[in-house]
Each structure stands twice: as C-alpha cells, then as structure tokens.
C-alpha cells in the first residue's frame, strides 16, 4: 500500500511561526528541538494525521531555510519519542507514542511532568457529580424493564426526555412541544446531523471567531467552509459580537447556515444580552439563514443567567430559522452522551431519516439517566457553579501573581478563560508546556487561517490546587521562550 507523504509546505504552514519563537529562545532550546516539539503539537491537535510520512528532509530543509542537520536531528527526536515510526526500505511514518490516548481531536500522551502527574488544561470539562450520577444510572435502570419489549431502536428520543427537555424550554420562556426535540448522542452529533441535511460541499457557515475547535473540524469535515466574524471580548459582554458584521457575511456569502456560541461563548466565556438575540433572530429570518445556536453552556452561569433562547426573541417565521443545541456533557458530565436539538417538526422529520446512515437512536439507559438529572437539577447545578466561580477566582489569582502581562476576558459564566498574550507565541507555549508538567490547546485551534496566535484558552474546570500548580507550570515554560519587547506591541483583539 503506498503511504501518503504530507507536502513540506503544507506542513510549513501548520507550523506558523515557530521559526521566528525558536530564533528568540536559542539559547534555552536549540532549534532542532523546537521544530520537533511543534511538530509533536500538529500530532497532538490532528493537524499531522497518524500514519502519514512527513516530507523528506532535503524538502523540508528547503522550505524552511534550515540546515538538513537541523532537520535530521529534528525527525530523531520525534522517532526517539514514539512520534515517527521507521521501517526498513519505506520512509518513516507518523505514530502516537505506547501508553497516548485520545482526547477528542487531540491525542495527549500520558508523561510524567518535574512535580508528579501531567496537568491537562487542554479540554474544558469537569468531573462528574458522581453521586448524583449514581443516583440516575441506578433509577435508569429500575425504568429499563418498560423498553425491554421493544426493539429498543428509538432514533427521535424516548418520550420521558423528550418531555423533560421540552419542558425546560417552556420554563426558559420558549413554547416548547416535544414533537420539536429529537435526542442526540451529545451535542457534537447533533451539530453534524445538522450539517449534513443543511449544508452542502463548498458552501458557507458563519462561525464565531474565536469558536469551539470541534465544530469548525465537523464543517470541515462535511466539506463546507467556515466564514469567521469577529467576537471581540473588548466590547464587552453584549458588544463583543459583531452583529453587523454577522448579517453582511450572511448577505455577501450567501450563507445557509450559522452556528454561533451566544451563551457563555467557548472559548471567552462572554454571554449576548437580550437586545442582541432579538437582533440575531431578525438577522436569520431577513437572510433566510438557519442559525444554529450552541446552548451546551447555558447551565454554567456564574455572574447571571442567560437571558433565554435565542429563539424566544423570534418572530413569525424567524421561530423556525433558529434551531438550538445542548448537551448534558458541559452541565453534568462528558460521559453521559446525551444530546439534543430544538427545532421545527419538520426539520425534524428530516433528521430522522438522515440519521440512520449514521446511527439509530441514543441508548436507552442514558437517555433514562439524562431524564432523572434534568428533572430536579437546580441542587447539583448550584454546586457546580459554586466550584466554578471558586476555580475561576483561584486561577485569575494565580495568574495575576505569576503572569501579570496577561490579559484575561472574563466571562460571566462557561468554563474557561480567554487570555490575551504579550506575543503572539501561543503554539510555541503549547508545544513546551508539557516539558513543564501541563497540556494546553494552542488559540489557533479556536481560529480558522491560522488566527489567534497572541491568545490562549485556560479552562478552570480543575481543583484550584490543579489550577495553581498548571500556572505555575505555565509561567516557567513561557519563561523560556525568552519573548522580547519587540513582540510585545499592542495588537488589535479579535
């Protein structure tokens, strides 16, 4: 079988800037150890797929104005880590390291940071309650007895969920039916089933700019494209979100479809008020655009709840051109997969019949489970905001203390911050952090094109004991990239 070789030049562009940072930190890291840390990070964040063969080293050298020897030593470091996989009379082939797993779209190997165990800041998920989620397994499975004369098939949702969830829209101030939810296995799913009976290869989606990596990958994956507008946390709460912006990229693009994060946007935590879902609403129904609108977040208030469904704000028609999705991984725990859309009957109806090229139905038992947590939820979701502010107030202490030229947006509610750096070396700090005992995800993940390079996400879904020391980790890895004042003018923000 011949391997796919990966094109010096895409692999050039993946790496951004990372000659630059190398150049700066020298004295502390060689180059040929930089180049092959960035490289480590595509592998990580699924931009180096597993199994390919990176370009020879006379190309590479080549494009990168490096000497070959840099070049060598570079892919011997990676083949040393388990990165690069070498067979006799082939060329060397990208692998993951014995003892890496998973985590989403990044792979993350398990290596021992200077203090003990690997901090992970990379994703933005807490632990589960686990009594409460003992509880709801354990009266799932009293209730399983009903379904088990059945197929047990049910592509649209049990009725019990389909209830309860209707029924915490019509709390929120939303006319809900049940007929207009079908339940997903997590929100993820949800977004790609949508994208799939709403887009087709080469058109447009308007997206948040910064926004959910996963879902930029999942546009990308049914072969639309992305069409960034700014979020520019320097507006502040409502005023981050480019409104404007959002209707002209609709008109010039003819988009179909938008998918935008209004409540306790991920990564920056900022929340639209009312006024602007009223505005967003309108902006669908006068451009004809679905818009989808991501609520996976809308539980995890902080400083004041969310002022209701975007859909609630339409009118006439706008009512079925705003389509809502959420999750009970954010709220209660990412291994509960359950998920849901909001959305007109018809539309529905569509779904279903797409959804059996994929799957064919949620299993039973956590649909069970989800229903028993999100009937009498206020008890644990009080908790979890509690912990969150808590960490959130533990981290930004932290990072005033040993980061102070770092600028946080700080959000009323989510799970994570959004920090402005002094210099736009964010894929470099990624790429040392776990020599330091942390992981983090890049900005550029958030980003499409590359962006985001003076920006990085820190969750606090962490013990602040954890969130202490990952800063602590943080501050010494970006300490040697030795970044000097010629990196550190201002820049605008978006």
């Known amino acids: 079988m011949m391997t796919r070789v990966l094109g010096a030049r895409s692999l050039a562009r993946d790496l951004g800037n990372w000659q630059d940072d190398s150049t700066r930190r020298s004295a502390v890291r060689p180059a040929y150890r930089a180049l092959a ?38 892919y011997s470091v990676l083949r040393d880590e388990g990165y690069l996989i070498s067979r006799q009379g082939s060329r060397s082939t990208v692998a993951l390291p014995p003892g890496s797993r998973q985590n989403g779209l990044m792979f993350r190997a398990h290596q021992p940071g200077p203090e003990g165990a690997m901090i992970d800041l990379s994703y933005a998920a807490m632990a589960a309650p686990g009594e409460a989620v003992e509880n709801a397994y354990s009266s799932a499975l009293q209730s399983l007895p009903q379904f088990l004369p ?39 799913h949800a977004l790609r089933l949508l994208l799939n009976v709403l887009t087709a290869p080469g058109e447009r989606v308007l997206v948040d700019h910064p926004t959910y990596p996963n879902a930029l990958e999942a546009i990308r994956r049914v072969g639309a494209r992305p069409v960034p507008v700014p979020v520019r946390p320097e507006g502040g709460g409502s005023a981050a979100w480019d409104l404007d912006g959002i209707r002209s990229a609709a008109r010039q693009t003819a988009a179909r479809m938008a998918y935008l994060i209004p409540d306790f946007h991920n990564p920056t935590g900022l929340c639209l008020d009312a006024p602007g879902r009223a505005e967003l609403a309108k902006i669908a129904r006068e451009t004809r655009m679905t818009l989808i609108v991501d609520e996976t977040m809308v539980d995890l208030w902080l400083d004041e709840p969310s002022p209701g469904p975007v859909a609630a704000y339409g009118r006439g028609t706008a009512k079925t051109e705003v389509v809502t999705i959420g999750s009970t991984a954010k709220s209660f725990w990412g291994g509960l997969r359950v998920g849901w859309i909001r959305a007109d009957p018809s539309l529905i109806s569509r779904l279903v019949g797409a959804r059996a090229a994929v799957d064919l139905g949620t299993p039973v038992m956590d649909q069970l489970a989800a229903a028993h947590l999100l009937t009498d939820d206020d008890a644990v979701l009080t908790r979890r905001r509690t912990e969150l502010r808590e960490q959130r107030s533990a981290m930004l ?91 550190a003018e201002p820049s605008l923000v978006v």
């Open 37 to 74: 840390d960035s490289i480590r990070l595509l592998v990580h964040d699924g931009r180096v797929p597993l199994g390919v063969a990176l370009p020879s080293e006379r190309e590479l050298a080549s494009v990168l104005e490096l000497s070959r020897t840099t070049i060598t030593s570079s």
């Open 150 to 188: 059945t197929h047990g098939m049910e592509p649209v949702g049990i009725g019990a969920l389909r209830d309860v969830i209707a029924a915490r829209y019509r709390a929120r101030g939303l006319d809900t039916t049940p007929e207009q939810i079908m339940v997903t296995s997590g929100a993820q």
């Open 397 to 487: 202490d932290a990072l005033a203390d040993r980061l102070p030229d770092w600028v946080p947006t700080i959000g009323s509610g989510g799970m994570s911050l959004w920090l402005r750096l002094p210099a736009p070396v964010s894929t470099a700090l990624a790429a040392t952090a776990p020599h330091f005992g942390v992981l983090l995800a890049a900005g550029p993940r958030f980003g499409v094109e590359g962006a985001f390079e003076r920006f990085i996400r820190l969750p606090y879904a962490r013990t602040p004991d954890q969130l202490r020391r990952g800063v602590d980790g943080i501050a010494a890895a970006y300490a040697t990239l030795a970044v000097g004042p010629e990196l």
